[in-house]
């Protein structure tokens, strides 16, 4: 099978002193289109001769599948794997927007947020009220369901990643006042954070 491939610029991503990001490549079957995965170019400490191995990247996930070798992260000098990785993590939601907006490609968000609620068995998405990409709701299946707030922000956390938004959060559904919201919550939204709902009269 014939592939291609397609560049595109990351100059623009924010990079630090010790990694500059400079390209991204996209195979491409012919007759096919683009394929989910790509390879990250980059150059380190500041120079602007291209590394030889690349960082591929799950497209789909808006992810990083690999990091730097162990050589590579000696050669930055004081720069920390933690430090590395932060970098990388932020990096990717710059770069999934720059390939989406440059592709034309808007992210399917309802079936992205579907796709992460198979890891979390007591949670459903809210077809009816959610207004997608926009605002996207959840709800609990039971309402005896064992339920961790925590996993609301690691969801939320996970669409960021994917989508390359950022999403403002919101749970609730208490239904007696006495009880604790981050043990008897049974539904969350998340809204884009620079999402501004229309009034009827379009103001």
């Excluded at 990409?133 to 996970?158: G, M, Q, W, Y």
Aim: charged content about 35%; hydrophobic content about 35%.
């Amino acid at each position: 099978m014939m592939f291609e491939i397609r560049n595109i610029d990351l100059k623009k991503v924010q990079g630090n002193d010790f990694i500059r990001f400079l390209r991204i490549e996209i195979p491409q079957r012919k007759g096919h289109g683009l394929v989910r995965f790509g390879r990250v170019r980059y150059a380190l400490n500041g120079e602007h001769e291209e590394q030889e191995n690349g960082l591929p990247m799950d497209l789909g996930k808006g992810i990083f599948t690999a990091t730097l070798e162990d050589e590579e992260l000696e050669e930055l000098g004081e720069i920390s794997r933690e430090d590395l990785e932060k970098t990388l993590q932020k990096a990717a939601v710059e770069i999934i927007k720059i390939v989406r907006k440059e592709l034309g490609q808007e992210p399917d968000t309802a079936s992205i947020l579907k796709r992460i609620l198979k890891d979390y068995a007591y949670l459903v998405y809210d077809e009816s009220s959610s207004k997608p990409p926009d605002v996207l709701k959840c709800r609990v299946t039971k309402s005896k369901s064992p339920r961790d707030v925590e996993h609301i922000f690691h969801i939320a956390n996970r669409l960021r990643i994917a989508t390359g938004e950022n999403y403002i959060v919101a749970y609730g559904g208490s239904s007696n006042d006495e009880d604790n919201p981050d043990e008897a919550w049974s539904r969350f939204s998340l809204r884009k954070f620079d999402f501004r709902e229309t009034k009827p009269n379009g103001t």
